[in-house]
Nanobody, 124 residues
Framework: VQLQAFGGGLVQAGGSLRLSCAASGRTFSNYDMGWFRQAPGKEREFVGS????????SYADSVKGRFTISRDNARNTVDLQTKSLKAEDTAVYYC??????????????????WGQGALVTVSS
């Protein structure tokens, strides 16, 4: 699966941003999709994920209620809608894919395919 993320940028604290990830190469609906982020000097961390069917989502506590993941299996895309952004949300955001499983997985090592990343900078 080839993944490409779009939509990063500079936004003021309290603002919102929508990231998109376009997939190609495999049957998109067979893959759970995750969003991760990595801030300078920190490890990559789980942001949220959506099951292959789109029925189940899971979020990190730090973004719950502020971020929403959705996918369109007909268009092979997965989006991350953010709102009420904080300075600590500044990071490079990555979309990732893993073959569908029974449970939502948050460990980056479980994801097989990664996009190139999109930088989100939140100014305070």
């Amino acid at each position: 699966v080839q993944l490409q993320a779009f939509g990063g940028g500079l936004v003021q604290a309290g603002g919102s941003l929508r990231l998109s990830c376009a997939a190609s190469g495999r049957t998109f609906s067979n893959y759970d999709m995750g969003w991760f982020r990595q801030a300078p000097g920190k490890e990559r961390e789980f942001v949220g994920s959506v099951s292959a069917s789109g029925e189940i989502t899971s979020y990190a506590d730090s973004v719950k209620g502020r971020f929403t993941i959705s996918r369109d299996n007909a268009r092979n895309t997965v989006d991350l809608q953010t709102k009420s952004l904080k300075a600590e949300d500044t990071a490079v955001y990555y979309c990732a894919a893993r073959f569908r499983g029974i449970f939502i997985i948050s460990a980056p090592s479980s994801y097989e395919y990664w996009g190139q990343g999109a930088l989100v900078t939140v100014s305070s």
